[in-house]
């Protein structure tokens, strides 16, 4: 009986260890006709090892997907995002890593991964290292490495990359640098239904889609997303932004533990002076907060209800951040003070009245139910009722 006990205490934590390099190829051949099928974590983890051989290639998720289990992988750092790859030890005996793109097309099917786990404060911890084709052109113009595997992708570029119909919900994402829901930057992307739920936590940046994003649109997305920063910034949506559109697009969660500015003689923060939590001796550093972005961002028919919770650091929040044209947006002013770059806020009461909403489209891609409710995308509650065609 002991001996029998010892061994399955000797398996589980060799599961634990090695769970993450477990792979199983999917059924299909990755075209339009017969995607590869996604039905299973094992799945997550054959595609992160295999983008560049699936270069421009379609997925299709064919049910829900319970990560759970990753809590336990790597030693407790969790889910390896999808196309970072170890590839030798540094003189340090540490492991030293190569991102790889996304580039092709994703369908959720209308299904959810639930319960990701990543604790990387060596990476960027988010579900795709990069997604879009921008990196891919960028290495092959700057090495010159032009061979056949990476010409017969390049051919395959027809359309951009494209992530839809898919939930990510009750993640949780611990990243030293930075973490975000979807990746750490998308390029020449279209994303859309996607919706994203669960915790980010960072020292650097945190975002709700990603960091960086570039020539790219989002279209029927939502966001909700607790940030629990660490003198970081964050942004709803995606932290930097050159060129790109949010259509019909929603941003609830809520922004925690934020500091308050307190000046200083300490130009630690790029010269700004610093910011620091009142009476918090530890480390200072810059704190900004973006309901969307900063940089140049559209924002057309989109509603931010985001609210926040601790220290309310007023004066370093932007919530259209620098965006450029802000069509029929709304924020509310009962959750977020007015934004002095912008205008006003809209009351609670007023933004669950249809007055408020002449054009926007409340039969086909909004519903709203008159002084009880704010408007809701009409994809993203069908995806999450579980009711798929």
Not at 71 to 85: E, H, Q, R, S, V
Not at 332 to 354: E, F, I, Q, V, Y
Request: hydrophobic fraction near 35%; charge should be positive; glycine fraction near 8%.
């Amino acid at each position: 009986m002991r001996k029998l006990l010892l061994f399955q205490i000797i398996l589980f934590f060799s599961l634990a260890v090695c769970a993450d390099n477990r792979s199983e190829t999917p059924e299909g051949q990755g075209t339009p006709e017969k995607p590869f099928l996604i039905s299973k974590i094992e799945h997550l983890v054959w595609l992160s090892k295999n983008l560049v051989q699936t270069c421009g290639k379609h997925f299709l998720m064919t049910a829900d997907i319970d990560a759970s289990e990753t809590k336990t992988w790597d030693n407790g750092k969790g889910f390896l995002p999808i196309g970072w790859t170890k590839t030798r030890k540094n003189f340090n005996n540490a492991n030293v890593y190569q991102a790889h793109a996304f580039i092709g097309h994703f369908d959720g099917g209308g299904h959810t991964i639930s319960n990701l786990y990543i604790d990387r404060k060596d990476l960027c911890a988010t579900l795709f290292s990069k997604i879009g084709s921008a990196d891919l052109i960028s290495y092959v113009l700057v090495t010159n490495r032009f061979n056949q595997e990476l010409s017969d992708a390049m051919v395959r570029l027809e359309k951009p990359t494209t992530v839809k119909n898919l939930a990510l919900v009750n993640f949780s994402f611990d990243g030293k640098s930075s973490a975000a829901g979807l990746a750490a930057s998308v390029s020449e992307c279209r994303i859309e239904n996607v919706y994203l739920s669960g915790k980010l936590e960072s020292e650097g940046v945190a975002s709700g889609y990603a960091s960086l994003g570039k020539n790219s649109v989002f279209l029927n997305c939502e966001t909700d997303i607790e940030f629990k920063n660490r003198y970081c910034q964050a942004a709803g949506f995606i932290m930097e932004a050159d060129n790109v559109l949010f259509r019909n697009c929603r941003c609830l969660g809520e922004f925690k533990d934020n500091y308050a500015p307190v000046q200083n003689n300490s130009t630690a923060a790029g010269g700004n002076g610093g910011l620091r939590r009142v009476g918090d001796p530890r480390k200072i550093g810059q704190t900004d907060i973006y309901c969307v972005s900063k940089g140049t961002a559209f924002l057309d028919r989109c509603l931010i209800l985001t609210k926040m919770n601790g220290y309310k650091s007023w004066d370093m929040m932007h919530v259209f951040g620098d965006s450029k044209h802000i069509i029929n947006s709304f924020y509310s002013k009962d959750n977020l003070r007015d934004d002095p770059k912008h205008h006003s806020g809209t009351s609670n009461s007023k933004l669950m009245t249809k007055e408020n909403y002449r054009d926007w489209d409340l039969d086909n891609i909004w519903e709203i139910e008159e002084g009880k409710s704010f408007p809701k995308l009409r994809s993203i509650e069908k995806m999450l009722s579980g009711s798929r065609n």
